[in-house]
């Protein structure tokens, strides 16, 4: 019994359908050029105190990565709608490993869209030690954690039908309450807003690049709260779809 | 031989499968519909059982409950001695369900490769693809298959797991005639290795024909339970439909094998209780008889004549 076959071929799934791994990944890289190409020679963008080419590298790297997250929940979503997930019910696949499978893969398809927008970072301008690349990227893993959650959740709570919307809507307001596409001015109920929500706290994550503090306290005090509620709303939207009344 | 390396489960290895006092409620706008009413039933290892019976006869949930998909209201299910969940997660169990279809993106052998390695015993992804026949299109993408393809398919990835008990829900919807030749000589390959299988079914001749043993079940309740003939009997009356025109239905109907005759158009529709004798005395006496047709009377029909009207219950 295997499960990293298992996990391989939903990889394998996942890279192979290609109008949604050129959407996932290329649009944020489009996205990150036209924003950045003309402002690269920013270098305070909106009062963040970073460059532009750096700080919407992060941004873009944010929103790209939700969506690649949240995508697993299409994909439980698309799992749900041809009863697929009936069918691994009757298998020794346990539901733990099931997930393990689609948040691997949610991770997977996240590394590449980051490392994508790092090359296109670098073609910028962007540069910075190894060793604050490494740390970055892992905060920004770290900071995934609640949408793999909220991706679970979203795949047994809504209809394959409207996931699509769903997330995209979702990703877009989170994306630009949370300062993804430009800066939140920091005063004011936008930027109280902003930091309750783990979008912003996920594009804090550049300012790891200029040897800054990225998170503190209240970050991870949000970060922490929201992976609590979405895990708890994700097993709980999980139990009431396989329980059959 | 491919199913002579089979190695059975470390769990008790005589028990059987239980059905007791099962029953099962469903909600609907007119008010609960009871699926399911107080069925028991009990297969001995190495049994082929088709759960015969028309659409709403309750075989569907009675599987569901059996491979514990759904909890049932009242009884219990036991099988090899185990809870239905225990069993499935010991490998014990293969199915394949009678909706659903198969997640996209791999080819059908991809998809035999990753569920055999889910399960702890499972036969070789080559053989299975041989056994069942889907070696011309083993390297197609699942979204590419037809409709009779995928069902192909899918009981690729039930037989893959060498499973003690295999369950078919209505696993022939779809086929044609050649992909139901195969599947069924797999299954029977299958069943020969000693193998217990559970199969639903509305279609008499596939009972009949691949079934030990024969559970009919009509408005949720088990109306009859024995060897295929026994079944065949009772539910398999046929009729004969020829062109006749001007028929003496009088002398038609007193036929050997006829028990009535009735005139439509320039046809006559004749219910038999031996269609056999009724056919070499319908050309003796009528040679001008054509476009003989001899059919199965439905199953509803037949069903409807063993329960009465009881569904009114």
Known sequence: ?245 | MPWGTVVHVDEPRDGRIELRGLSKSFRSPQGPVRAVREIDVSIGRGETVALLGPNGAGKSTTIDMLLGLTAPDDGTVSLFGMQPTAAVDSGAIGAMLQTGSLIRDLSVRELVTVMASLYPRPLGVDEVIDLTGIGEFAGRRTQKLSGGETQRARFAIALVSNPELLVLDEPTVAMDVEGRHAFWSAMREFAAGGKTVVFATHYLEEADSYADRVVLMAHGRIVADGPPTEIKAMVGSRTIRATLPGADLDALAKLPGVTAAEARGESVVLACSDSDAAIRALLARFPEARDIEVSGAGLEEAFLRLTGDEEAA
């Open chain 1, 1 to 245: 019994m295997s499960v990293a076959t298992y996990t391989r071929y939903e990889l394998l799934r996942t890279f192979r359908n290609r109008r949604f791994m050129t959407f996932s990944l290329g649009f944020p890289l489009v996205i990150y050029y036209l924003i950045a190409a003309p402002n690269r020679n920013v270098s305070d963008l909106g009062g963040s105190g970073l460059s532009a080419p750096l700080y919407l590298m992060v941004g873009l790297a944010a929103f790209g990565t939700m969506n690649a997250m949240l995508s697993s929940g299409a994909r439980i979503a698309a799992e749900r709608a041809v009863g697929w997930n009936r069918q691994l019910r009757i298998t020794p696949l346990t539901t733990r490993n099931y997930f393990r499978a689609k948040v691997l893969t949610g991770y997977a398809l996240a590394l590449v869209g980051l490392l994508l927008l790092y090359v296109a970072g670098a073609t910028l301008g962007v540069s910075m030690s190894a060793n604050l690349w490494v740390k970055m990227t892992l905060l920004i893993l770290v900071g995934l954690i609640p949408f793999a959650a909220l991706g679970i959740f979203l795949g047994h709570q809504v209809s394959v039908d409207s996931i699509g919307p769903v997330m995209g809507g979702l990703t877009a307001l989170l994306s630009i309450l949370g300062g993804a596409w430009f800066p939140i001015s920091t005063s004011g109920a936008l930027y109280d807003i902003a930091q309750l929500l783990p979008s912003y706290w996920l594009v804090q994550a550049s300012h790891i690049a200029v040897g800054g503090q990225a998170w503190g306290a209240k970050g991870w005090i949000v970060m922490g709260a929201w992976t609590a509620v979405l895990t708890v709303l994700a097993g709980r939207a999980y139990r009431r779809d396989t329980a059959r009344a």
